[in-house]
């Protein structure tokens, strides 16, 4: 990785260079050793994130720098929501500062909230769904209210262009992720990453989001991401509904349900999904 701008006069094959000739320098020899100089990035930390109405969770993020970068949100599952970042890296699930790095490393700040709202009481246990359906709605609806506050925060605090943000998520935090596009427009790209059914709810249920009314309402083009052993009733939904559905609607959709895993394939950051996502992003966002 490059170092700090220079700033002083470095002495290069006996010869002393201005200061105006070291970055021709440094490009040249950071060139020849087959780096690239990509955008000045801080390491993923850990911050507050006040939310509207009251309240706080933390999120990691990763800026960089502050000239109107476009940016992303990163929602995750539900594991990570009954465990807590903490105790989802010690149960082998996922680590959201990983995607991130892996957004910074392209050019994106982004920010990854850690929704705890009814972390012991709405859950997955053993493949079944513990927790009653208000439960399961506060749930969601607490992640809209997240994400709004994590968008507010890249745009106030975080010096992202308002205009181009994405919006991305796996498992419930896809769900979240479908809900806020539908809920909040102005996204300029949604990416949902094998989205949950979350049957559990009545009202925020993937089935209910995939209703042609409710895909209406989004504005941004999407990328949906399904592995080729996910969980049926995801699939299902996904295939019957989903996908049809904002084709009808003549929505900008570019999908793949074959990616090389189950559902928790997603948990790590995997080369095969990011080769598509950002391309994606890219062409969105910059």
Same mark, same amino acid.
């Given at each position: ?38 955008? &000045? ?23 960089? %720098? ?29 680590? *959201? ?14 920010? /990854? ?21 208000? %439960?399961?709605?506060?749930? #969601? ?7 709004? /506050? ?10 992202? %262009? ?37 049957? &559990?709810?009545? *009202? ?14 989004? +504005? ?8 080729? +052993? +996910?969980?049926?009733? #995801?699939?299902?939904? *996904? ?10 609607? +003549? ?36």
């Amino acid at each position: 990785m490059p170092g700090p701008a220079c700033t002083a006069n470095i002495e290069w094959g006996g010869m002393m260079r201005t200061k105006g000739h070291t970055v021709k320098v440094l490009v040249a020899l950071l060139l020849l050793n087959g780096m690239t100089i990509g955008p &000045a990035s801080a390491a993923v930390k850990w911050i507050d994130l006040a939310l509207q109405g009251g309240g706080i969770v933390r999120a990691a993020l990763g800026i960089v %720098d502050n000239s109107g970068r476009p940016a992303v949100i990163f929602n995750h599952g539900t594991g990570v929501r009954h465990l807590g970042h903490a105790g989802a890296l010690n149960n082998d699930n996922m680590d *959201v500062t990983k995607y991130v790095e892996a957004l910074n490393a392209r050019g994106f700040t982004a920010i /990854a909230p850690i929704r705890k709202h009814l972390s012991d009481t709405a859950y997955r246990e053993r493949g079944e769904t513990v927790g009653s359906s208000e %439960d399961w709605t506060a749930v #969601i609806e607490e992640g809209l209210r997240v994400s709004a /506050a994590a968008r507010t925060f890249l745009i106030k605090r975080a010096g992202a %262009d308002p205009s181009r943000i994405a919006i991305m998520g796996f498992s419930e935090g896809g769900n979240v992720t479908l809900w806020s596009a539908i809920r909040q427009r102005g996204y300029r790209a949604v990416v949902l990453m094998s989205p949950a059914t979350i049957r &559990a709810t009545p *009202v925020y249920g993937l089935r209910q989001a995939a209703r042609k009314s409710n895909l209406s309402s989004i +504005d941004a083009p999407v990328y949906l991401a399904v592995g080729r +052993d +996910d969980h049926r009733s #995801i699939r299902r939904v *996904v295939e019957r509904r989903l996908i049809p559905n904002l084709q009808k609607l +003549d929505k900008n959709l570019v999908y793949r349900t074959d990616y090389p895993g189950e559902h928790e394939w997603f948990y790590q950051v995997r080369d095969e999904l990011m080769n598509d996502v950002i391309p994606f992003l890219e062409k969105h966002l910059k």
